[in-house]
Every structure is written in structure tokens, then in C-alpha cells.
């Protein structure tokens, strides 16, 4: 008899295929009110905020803002500007940038709606852990209803998830991928507690009739993975046999945020505007914003009031709002004209950042990277 392990194979002979249950049976969730329409293995969907038990505060028209134009920038900065953006790329030859005499420079004004609307919205699914003994509460009171939990919200206008247990409805039950064991055949040797030896590949010898001196001739050794028991400690209940069952709530706060760049006939595209700031002409936050009105463009009104009616209609059915706020940022952008070589060229020196665009630069070589 073989008194290597073998004796302790709890589980299917080597070679079978076992597969654990791959979700907990519904018999496993109580059922709790208000929270019946919970599925098994997954979230309800984000459950729509009560109505609130007061009106919310009306919005407040927002300060009117006297100035709405920058100063053009200088002749030296769009030139040092010029000259930074050269020396970055290693295939530019830094001659148009020093030795180019700028004709004219033509300043735009190109603004920036953007309106943000910090929402929080909450779920519920039934999740489990290992019962370490923690508290058991099912039934102890009624469970409070998703929306009527306390949570610590983080500061606005900042993503975050957190997840909390539902008060009342933890229950104890028997871990269900071991059916409450606490162990589960081990993967490796499938429950067999040893494998066919790699040396001897099963045959208990080597070179002739030597006897195989890693199996000591067994064709066999113990499996490491299990120590020879054939199984482990089962994943699901870390071995104790039993789990905490309860409903878990989550909740998600999100910024959501959309802007609105007014077209200009600079020439620039507007995908170079999204990773520059500009100067902030307008700043509003408030519980829920009024659209901007009075602005000096028509684009960006029509834009406030447009995405300030969207957000609304978008997020307040399955979330609940917890503040808004729009600003406008006036981003500069010259378009600057030299001269170099006895040619014309432009380039665009945009935002605080003072980036720089220039798609014809006229001196570029081919490097080769051995």
C-alpha cells in the first residue's frame, strides 16, 4: 500500500474534470424587504433618488461679468514660444525659429463653455465574505431603504465609488462552492493528491531496471500544489466553512462634464484647444445653475442653455444632483506670420500654456534611430 499520500484523496481521481458552481444557488438570499428586485449574481441597476421632501433651492441668476477680452501676447513670447517648440522635436532645425522675421501677428478670441454636474447615484447586489464572526443582523429591524443610508461623500465635483453592507439583512449560510467543507479539490492533481512523476513520466524506473530515485519508484510523487491531500482550502470561505450573505450598496459619484468651444477663423483645430487652459472669465456653482446669459457671443448662450437643459434631463432620472457648475475660460490663440528663406509660413502660439502649432514647418530633416 502506498503511504505517500494517496490515502488522503478526498475528492475525483486524477484525470477528472472538476468545476466548481460558478454562482451562489438563489436559495442562498433571503428576502428582504424593499430590496426584492435584487437579481442573484448581479446589481439591480442604479435605483432611481426619492423625490425630495422639500422643493430645492432655485437657482440664482448668475453675476454679470464687465470684461470679457484678454491682451494679445508680445512679439518676444510667441517668438521664445516658437523657439521651445522647435528644439523639442529632434528632426527640426532650429534656423526658421531664430532667424525668422515675423510680418504680423492676428490675435483671436476663442471661448470655452463648460458646464459640470456632480451626481450621486446608488445600486444594490447581494455579495458574501468568509464568516470570520462578524455580526448577524438579518431581521433584527426592518432594513433601511438604498437612499436612506448614510455615506460620506467626497469633495464635489471629484469621481469616486464606495461600497457599504445594507444595515439588517446579513444571514449566515453554508459556503456553497464547497458545499461547507471548507476545503475543495485541488486543481493541480484534480482531487488525486499526487501526479505522474516528470522524471520517470509514470514508469518507476530510469536507464535500464535502475529504480527512478525521485519517485523512489513508485511512478508517482505527491503533489505540491496540496501537499498530497488532494484538496485545499477552499477560496470562496478561506476554509471556515461558512459565509456572511448580505446586500451590498454602491455607490458612485461622477462628475460629468461636457464643454463647448466656440468655432473661430483662426485656422487652428479645435482638438489642439482640449489639453490648454485659458484665462477664467466666468465662474458659477450653485445647487443648479442658470444658464449664462448676456454673453457677447451668441454661440455660448445658445450652448449653455442647450447643455444645462440636457444634463438635467440626462442624469436626474437615475441619479441625484448634487451641484452644478459652469464657467467660461477665454483661451488666446495668435496666429503669427513669418518670414524665412525668402518663403511665408505661419504658426499658432494658443493657451497659458503658450503651445505651440505648426504643421509646415519649413525645416525638417529624417533622423534614423539604430
Known sequence: MNNSGEGYAMFAPQGSNFHGPSAPPASMFDSVPGYEGIA??????????PVPAYPPPAPEPAPTQPEWNIPSITE????????????????????????????????????RYRLETFTESRSTEWDHEAYTGQPVDAYTQPA????????????????HTQDKQVPYTSSLKDCHNCMGSGRTPCKECAGAGNKVCWVCNGSGIRGGDDQCSHCNGRGRENCSHCDGHGSNDCET???????????KLKVKWTNNIDDFVVEQSSGLKVENLSKVTGKELFKDTQYMVYPVMGFPDPAVN?????????????????????????TIEL????????????SI?????YGNEFQVNADDYPATCCCTVM
Open 40 to 49: 442573484v449574481g448581479g446589481g439591480s441597476g442604479y435605483l432611481p433618488p
Open 76 to 111: 518676444d513670447t510667441a517668438r521664445e514660444a516658437f523657439r521651445l517648440y522647435a528644439s523639442s522635436h529632434c528632426c527640426y532645425r532650429k534656423a526658421p525659429a531664430v532667424d525668422g522675421v515675423i510680418t504680423s501677428m492676428d490675435a483671436f478670441n476663442t471661448y
Open 144 to 159: 433601511p431603504g438604498p437612499w436612506d443610508i448614510q455615506v460620506s461623500a467626497p469633495a464635489p465635483f471629484q469621481d
Open 237 to 247: 470561505c478561506k476554509g471556515t466553512r461558512q459565509l456572511l450573505v448580505y446586500i
Open 302 to 326: 445658445q450652448a449653455a442653455e442647450r447643455l444645462v437643459r440636457d444634463h438635467q434631463a440626462n442624469y436626474s432620472s437615475s441619479a441625484r444632483i448634487l451641484q452644478q457648475r459652469q
Open 331 to 342: 483661451i488666446p490663440i495668435t496666429k503669427v506670420t513669418y518670414k524665412w528663406s525668402g
Open 345 to 349: 509660413h505661419t504658426y499658432f502660439v
